[in-house]
Structures are given as structure tokens and as C-alpha cells.
């Protein structure tokens, strides 16, 4: 604190400094001038992007790593409406990210129109909360800016600041702090009822969702004390190692995956949803155990209003707090005795085999077997997501990142560059269908400014792989799903990184660990048959 005033501006910067942010992305107009300033005065780094769309899913990257809430700055109008679906993508993925506007001042709304609209009308339905920056409560409308981004379940907020109050001068005084809530945990007969369900369950099952990301070390302790086998979410993937004895890997969009999975939740006597937030899931997970006949409990951080399950028990708390309030007091039972999880692991490892001799399956083998276990993984919407989320390995949590509540295409590439940003010891590498990487393939400049060496996996078959299945099933007519073959190891050199066009698992390989080594970002077209995922998802 000083006596010399400061802009309002730098005090929402200062508290975003304060919550742990250090990168912003965007693409500034004028009217974000004195905001880009005021955040790398504050001592955070501003990133130009080539598209605020992309720029908000870099700021996603670099959350996964730092765990502060990621921020985007968007001039007004246009600039702003880019970065509509990136925030709607927080906002179904749960991730915090301060979405910072321009706008002009409120009289000059009054009588003027040229690319001004209400960016909160806008943004209302796709954040948890939308504030309009003011000089004199500028120190309340960062704070409850980030708490609201960051309480359980965080999500995007939208501050929008108006270009002359961004500039007014303000005491440069303490500023107001909300205290950090207490966990709370359960109580009472319902905790009692719970515990007795666990110690005389025989088949029990678990189904962890994102809520846990941060909670590996209690749900590893939790399921190792009963012995609980377990499913996670695609995003919960490697909360808990997947090479523990109790996981069954993720599920989520895969019919052949839920083949196996979903019987073995409904011949289950106890499943416990923990931290499972369903909007991963398609709609094979919508009532996938019956309350009725099986003894379910559920634990959040927020109450149920989406009705995609029930439950006989239903603790609304910190997830933590109730497993350790659940811990039993001696070893456990034996569980599923007529040994069905062999069985199911048996049956995934054979409907997702790692051995084939080329096609979208051996190019997920071969990275994951060529590529160091810290590797950090990106993928993109599309059929290739669902095969790699289901043999793509996880030995911590975020390691495999995507959109799995959106859903959204043009995500893997930026996502991929936000952690190598944030995390440049580790390798990083994107896996994206041929459309979905040409979406953003702008930001390969982005990446060369910033000499990011991430590793661009490309599955290229000239179609909408995942639409054109669906299409063909359905026995219509091919339409609006094929296009013309791109050279993308052309379109990587031609932005001052490396690319190469593979067509075999010896190629790969040696791309991947050439990859590896190299300075600066290269770009691997994976050229593979159409039809390549029939039977595969």
C-alpha cells in the first residue's frame, strides 16, 4: 500500500495476482488498454493469442497446472462474442476462468451503438455469476469474482469493465477478503446408516467424477480401507492411478466400454457416486443403478438438480471430510467374490487392444508406449477422444485433459500450449481429428512465439469421423461430413515447426521421439483408414 492512488484497474488485478494467476490470453482492442496493463504490472504475464476462443483454452491449461482460476481479456463486441464458447465450455467443464471484458462507459451506451451489446445479457446464462466493474467497489467486485469462480463448482465468472472506469483512480487501500468457509462433514444417523452399508456390503462399486480431482491421496486410502473398485469420469481420470488394482478406468461416451461397466454397476448391492457430477456422461449413465433395489450414496460439494441418479443417502458436504468420517475402524471384507472385476478387466483390455497393426487405436498405443509417463496429454472432440480416453492411462490426475461436459471441437491444440506454458519440464502432446485441428491451426504461430515444443498428434482421415459412423449406421446418405485432404506436416514447417506425415507404427515412433527432442513444436499427421473406428468405440 502506498499513498499514491491507483487505477481501478490494478486493483482487480492485484486480487487476481493474489489468487495465484500469473497468464492471461487474449486478443486486445482499445478498450482493454489500461486492463492489459494493469495485469503485467501486477505481475501477470499477458499472451497474445490468435483467436479468444483459443486463448481461454490455453488459460484452462495453465489452470490445470497452477490450479488459479485462468483468465481470458476480450475486447468489446466481437471480441467478446469469440470467446462465447470457451466460456461456455468452463461453464459445463467446471473450470474457474475470469472472463474480462471491455465496454464502454454507461453514458456512452446512451448514445452510442458501434459494437455495443450487453455483454452480461450474453454471458448471464454461461457463467455462475456477471459483474460490471465500479471504481469505488473495485476491491469487492474482484474478490467476489474470483470466490465465485473458484466455490464449489467453480466455473467461469464475467467481469465486465467499462473503459473510463478502468482508468479512475482509487485510494490505494486494504481491500476486502472473504474468509476461507471451513469443510464440513457429515453427522448424525444418515453417517451411521452409511457406515453400516459399507462394512455388509459384498458387491460394492464406486463412480468418481471431477469433483475429486484434488483428492486422490483420500479416495486411494478410502477404496484400499474397503476394498472398493472404482470407475471414474473422463475427466477424474488417474485421481487414482489407473494401473491401481481397484480402477476400472474411465467411462463416459463409450457404448463398448459401458458394455462391460454399466452391468457390473447394476449387479452391485452398494455404489457410491463421489464427487460424480454427470454431465460427462451420455445418456446410456442416465439412471444407471435403481435406489429401489440397491443402496446408493452420494457424496458432493453441491446438491442434486440434475436428476441423471438418485440416491438412498445423499450427503451434501466437502468429500473429504465424509470420507474420512466414513473410514472404518478395522481392515475390511472381502468384496465381489465370484470374481467379476477380473472378468470386466478381462473384457475392456480385449474390446480396447493395444496391438493392432495400424489405425487409430496402434497410434494412441504407440504414443503412450514411446512417450515418458509424465507426459501430459490434450484431446479434442471427436471419435479418437473416445478411444484414447478409454486407453489412454493416467498415473495422476489431469493428465489427460479434454472437454467432456461441452464437448467442444478446436480445444486440444491451445489446451496443450497452456500446459507446456505452465508446466516446460514436462512433454506435452494434443491428440486432434484433422477438422478439429484445422479449426485452430492459427494458433501453431502462437505456439512458435512462444517456442513451445509440444507434440501435435493429428488423425487424418478427411471426415468427420464420429458424424460420418453415425451417419452410416443410421444408413443416410453421406453428406456434410467428408472434405479435401490437408498437408498438416506442411502446415506445421510452414509456421516454423517441424511436420511429418506417418503411416505406420515404426514412423510414429520415430517421429515421436524426434519430437521429443526437438526445440520448437511438431506437428504428426497420422494418416488412417475411413471406417478405422467402427468396432473400436
Known sequence: MSDAPIRAADVLARRLYEAGCRHAFGMPGGEVLTLVDALEKAGIRFVLAKHENAAGFMAEGVYHRHGAPGILVATLGPGAMNGVNVVANAHQDRVPLIVLTGCVDESEAQQYTHQVLDHGAVFAPITKAS????????????????????????????????????????????????????????????????REWLLSAERPIAVVGLDMLDHGAALGAFFEAYGIPFVTSYKAKGVVPEDHPLCLGGAGLSPLADGHLLP??????????????????????????????????????????????????????????????????????????????????AALDQAFPVDETWGPGAVIAECREVLPDNTLATADSGAHRILLSQMW????????????????????????????????ERPVVSFSGDAGFLMVAGELATAAELDLPVIFVVFVDASLALIEKKQRERQMTNRGVDFARSDFAAIGRAFGGDGVTVTSRGELRTALKDALSAPRFTVIAAEIPRGAYDGRI
Not at 395 to 413: D, I, K, N
Open 131 to 194: 459483474f460490471r466493474l465500479n471504481a469505488a467497489a473495485a476491491g469487492i467486485v474482484a474478490d467476489r469474482a474470483v470466490c465465485v469462480a473458484t466455490d464449489p463448482r467453480p466455473g467461469p465468472v464475467h467481469v465486465d469493465v467499462p473503459i473510463g472506469v478502468a482508468d479512475l483512480m482509487v485510494p490505494d487501500v486494504a481491500q476486502p477478503r472473504r474468509a476461507p468457509a471451513s469443510a464440513v462433514a457429515p453427522v448424525g444417523s444418515d453417517l451411521a446408516q452409511a
Open 264 to 345: 457390473l454397476v447394476q449387479q452391485a448391492d452398494l455404489v457410491l457416486a463421489i464427487g460424480y457430477d454427470p454431465i460427462e456422461m451420455r445418456p446410456g449413465w442416465r439412471h444407471a443403478w435403481d435406489p429401489s433395489r440397491q443402496k446408493v450414496i452420494d457424496i458432493a460439494p453441491v446438491q442434486n438438480d440434475h436428476y441423471m441418479h438418485h440416491a438412498g443417502l445423499s450427503f451434501v458436504a466437502d468429500p473429504v471430510a465424509t470420507l474420512t468420517a466414513l473410514m472404518p475402524e478395522g481392515p475390511g471384507r472381502d468384496v465381489w467374490p465370484d470374481g467379476e472385476l477380473a472378468k470386466v478387466r
Open 393 to 424: 492411462r493416467c498415473s495422476e490426475a489431469r493428465g489427460l485433459v479434454q472437454s467432456s461436459g461441452l464437448c467442444t471441437m478446436g480445444c486440444a491444440v491451445p489446451l496443450a500450449m497452456g500446459l507446456k506454458l505452465a508446466a516446460p
